[in-house]
């Protein structure tokens, strides 16, 4: 593990069996996690929004409270994910935050998204930090798995304590200097690009000197762990041009949604996910009401007025997820926003239409992006499993 001021781990790059480059650590985050040695590990989730990230974690979590580890959770969204971790049997924590500051436009970099969330403003860092690590602390943590948490990792550094990135693709970028332009779509200086960079890393070294840390030559080595897992796949990958990697793929469901009845309609049966910050939301709605087909629409928070408008016979609206896997089995169709669990959910041979654009600011921690993968979604602007 990283003893403060120590450089991070380095690893060995190899050749996966697909010809794709991997990454291979020197040694693995899970070496003291086998059955009969108990520990305390700290799941970290700091950006983002809605159940996708602890869905993706839960069937590991699972896994890992079977072998015996205690599994503490610090989360962003308690009011939102709180029911789903209660209902799995666990507790968790409120994740340190600060209001997003505003800055113009949309995010450009990851270090822009750190800039809108504490890290333009050392003593605010420094508040965060010190948040993560009594937590850390009083979980008596031995690993850390980060989830869009690159101020868990900050903690975890100054601590000494291993980290196992857990990442969808888009929340750990690629270990390049500046860290790359997010809307590839949209060229930037490099100068801007560099400026960014720069900005972060001076609040980061800040808070690490406070700490007797060593400093960081660059901001993307805050993400130098000890073990890196892309629960993704490479044709969905954000960064299309990432270099040495090791893709999971996804894995199980979390179960976290529920069985539901198709409503009467014609076939084939439509299963859509909709959030209220959907661009085209409006276009979608009308054209499933005009449609007549049989559709289970998974709708959070939908505004009751919209609602009203939407009322038929042949559309199920839904306050809570659907099951995913029957859904992939009974659905014809599905419409999603682009969440990266959905997509990949559905097996190949079923038509899946991602919304292709996010409304930039609506989700913080999150960059607006032409779908799930830029090669994947951004390119054709559908996306299958």
């Known amino acids: 593990m990283d003893a403060p001021g120590a450089g991070p781990p380095q690893a060995r790059h190899g050749q996966s069996p697909g010809g794709r480059t991997a990454a291979e650590p020197t040694s693995s985050a899970f070496a003291e996690t086998r059955p009969g040695g108990k520990q305390s590990i700290l799941y970290a989730w700091e950006f983002g929004a809605n159940l996708g990230h602890v869905g993706a974690f839960m069937p590991l979590a699972r896994a890992l409270r079977d ?132 900005s972060a890393l001076a609040a980061v070294n800040q808070v690490l000197a406070r700490y007797g840390c060593a400093q960081l030559p660059h901001l993307a080595d805050l993400f130098d762990v000890a073990e890196e897992a892309l629960v993704t796949f490479p044709e969905l990958d954000h960064y299309a041009e990432r270099g040495p990697a090791r893709y999971w793929g996804s894995l199980p469901s979390a179960g976290a949604g529920r069985r539901v009845t198709w409503p009467a309609g014609r076939t084939p049966r439509l299963f859509a996910y909709l959030r209220p910050e959907s661009p085209h939301l409006e276009a979608v709605l009308a054209a499933l009401l005009a449609l007549g087909q049989s559709t289970v629409l998974y709708f959070p928070n939908m505004p009751p007025a919209m609602a009203a408008r939407f009322v038929a016979p042949h559309l199920s609206f839904l306050d809570h997820p659907a099951d995913i896997e029957q859904m992939t089995r009974e659905a014809d169709a599905a419409i999603t926003y682009a969440s990266l669990a959905t997509t990949t959910a559905f097996p190949a041979g079923r038509q899946t239409a991602a919304d292709a654009a996010r409304t930039p600011g609506a989700v913080p921690g999150r960059a607006p992006r032409r779908g799930n993968g830029r090669r994947s979604t951004g390119e054709s602007g559908t996306a299958g499993g």
């Open 67 to 198: 072998q015996g580890h205690e599994v503490h959770w610090m989360v962003t969204q308690p009011a939102v994910v709180g029911d789903f971790l209660a209902g799995a049997g666990f507790t968790w924590l409120a994740a340190p935050s600060v209001p997003e500051a505003t800055r113009p436009g949309p995010p450009l970099t990851y270090a822009d998204i750190l800039l809108r969330f504490g890290y333009a403003e050392p003593r605010a860092l420094f508040g965060l930090v010190g948040g993560w690590r009594e937590a850390m602390r009083l979980t008596g943590a031995r690993l850390v798995l980060a989830d869009h948490a690159p101020t868990a990792l900050l903690a975890a550094r100054s601590m000494g304590l291993p980290v196992m990135l857990f990442s969808n693709g888009f929340t750990a970028p690629p270990r390049r200097s500046p860290l790359p332009n997010m809307r590839p779509w949209a060229p930037l200086p490099e100068q801007t690009i560099s400026q960014l960079d720069q």
